[in-house]
Each structure stands twice: as structure tokens, then as C-alpha cells.
């Protein structure tokens, strides 16, 4: 690490810490990968930026029944839903035409509009359910 990295704003260190995986990870995972790389950004600071990031866009939240909320970057390409491990936090970018057109048929049954379907899908991967992942603490 170079003398400059320590200076870099919490939200610069935050998003190139989840510039190093494709994973969802909870805020105390980004936390503690940050202090082993030994920047100083307190637990509530790194909840906060991530917060904001997720609300300007840039990341995406999931929420994880045995973990909380977890987050990653946002790809380029389209995404979501996910089939997200509860594990190891890989996620999986699922078809969801038929999704959609659920939700949209469910909405119009009780009269909504401009209805935004969000859909979260949790299980094991493969690697968790085999033991090859050793991470599963951390969710
Ligand atoms: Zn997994």
C-alpha cells in the first residue's frame, strides 16, 4: 500500500474494496477486508458509504436472511434477480421475463401501477454444500 491509498475518501476505499469481487458481502466483511489491508474506516462509516452508494446506484443490496444486508458493485450489464448464496455471497444473474409479467399481472389484479418487482432468491451453491468454500462464518 502506498502512502496515498491511506488518504483516499471512505467512499473511494469502499469502492475499490468491492471492486475486488463479484460477491455480495456484509458490511462487516468490507469492514474487516479494509483493516487487514489497514485502513482506518470505522464500521459505521463503511454502513454509511455503503448506504449511499447503493442509494446513488452505484452498488446493490441484498438482503440475506441469515446475514443482513449484503452488497457488491453494480455490473454493467443488466442484472437482478439474483440466486444469491447465503454461504458465500456469489450470486447468480437469473432469467426474469416471467417474473415480471407476474408481477405485473398481480399488481393489475389489485389496481397498482408503476409496480417495480424486487426479487431475491437464497440457497447454498454448489461449493458451500461440498465444503470446498471455508467462508461460511462470514454469513
Ligand atoms: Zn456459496
Redesign the pocket.
Known amino acids: 500500500m502506498t502512502g496515498s491509498a491511506r488518504r483516499l475518501s471512505p467512499r473511494s476505499l469502499v469502492q475499490r474494496e468491492l471492486a475486488t469481487s463479484e460477491r455480495f458481502r456484509t458490511v462487516s466483511e468490507i469492514y474487516f477486508a479494509l483493516a487487514d489491508r489497514k485502513h482506518r474506516a470505522s464500521l459505521s462509516t463503511v454502513y454509511r458509504t455503503l448506504t449511499k452508494l447503493a442509494d446513488s446506484g452505484l452498488v446493490e443490496a441484498v438482503h440475506l436472511p441469515t446475514a443482513g444486508q449484503a452488497y457488491r458493485l453494480r455490473p454493467r450489464e443488466a442484472a437482478g434477480p439474483y440466486l444469491v448464496?447465503v454461504?458465500?455471497g456469489?450470486a447468480i444473474s437469473v432469467p426474469s421475463a416471467d417474473l415480471a409479467a407476474w408481477g405485473r399481472a398481480v399488481a393489475a389484479q389489485q389496481g397498482f401501477s408503476d409496480v417495480r418487482p424486487r426479487v431475491e432468491l437464497w440457497g447454498?451453491?454448489k461449493?458451500?454444500q461440498s465444503g470446498v468454500?471455508d467462508n461460511d462464518s462470514q454469513f
Do not use: A, L, Y
Request: glycine residues 12%.
Open positions: 448464496c454461504g458465500c456469489t447454498r451453491c461449493d458451500c468454500n
